[in-house]
């Protein structure tokens, strides 16, 4: 079951998020954060498939402070940019704790984020109340890395990825030495079926890590 919802931040701004349901107890709930070209197609058929696997599950539109239904087409990465520098780590924690608040009565609540939404997971990390953190080719985190998150986290990276060297990856790497690392023979937003460097495979194999991550620390 699909809906959309609406959310209210402890700062008491009120934002806007897709919700899925699964069909019977949820074994807990999941946050996904999105990448910077709004709550796609894509992003709720991710929030679908975690909620058939068995999570309540919301996608919050992160740029509502900005802009209320913000969605862009892949190409209009510029567009996605100027509302990405527009958000604050604070905007972040106050959104996604208004997710996790929501989400609470599901059990324990963990978040997967995408490119930009890898760095909402892991400053979310760090500043909310989540049992896990998932950041799929997180972009910007390596500048971020005064947070330190309290919770467990799994990163999932492109080996061919040209925005994200391995020397970023080897800096996070050192900041959190207790995170679960992965890596692809993938480019950047190889989960994406609407992006160019889509690989089916190494999706798959990601999807099935992230859910045995999970199932460990959320249910």
């Known amino acids: 079951m699909t809906d959309l919802t609406e959310l209210a931040a402890a700062d008491g701004h009120v934002l806007s998020a897709y919700e899925a349901r699964p069909g019977g107890e949820p074994r807990g709930g999941v946050v996904i954060a999105q990448e910077i070209f709004g709550v796609t197609a894509h992003i709720r058929d991710i929030a679908d498939a975690y909620a058939a696997a068995g999570y309540h599950v919301l996608a919050p539109a992160l740029f509502d402070r900005q802009q209320r239904g913000v969605l862009l087409p892949y190409s209009e990465v510029e567009r996605g940019r100027a ?17 996790v608040a929501h989400l609470a009565p599901a059990g324990r609540v963990g978040i997967v984020g995408y490119c930009w939404g890898g760095l909402v997971a892991w400053i979310a990390a760090a500043t909310t109340p989540v049992s896990a953190a998932v950041a799929y080719y997180g972009g910007g985190i390596h500048e971020h890395l ?74």
Not at 84 to 94: L, Q, Y
């Open 83 to 99: 509302f990405k520098v527009a958000v604050s780590r604070e905007d972040i924690a106050h959104d996604v704790g208004a997710a």
């Open 146 to 219: 005064d947070l330190r998150p309290v919770c467990p986290v799994m990163l999932h990276y492109g080996e061919s990825d040209p925005l994200i060297p391995l020397e970023v990856v080897e800096r996070v790497g050192a900041a959190c030495p207790q995170g679960v690392f992965h890596f692809y023979p993938a480019g950047h937003g190889f989960n994406c079926t609407d992006r160019t460097d889509y690989d089916a495979d190494c999706a798959q194999l990601a999807f099935e890590r992230t859910l045995g991550f999970l199932r460990d620390h959320v249910g």
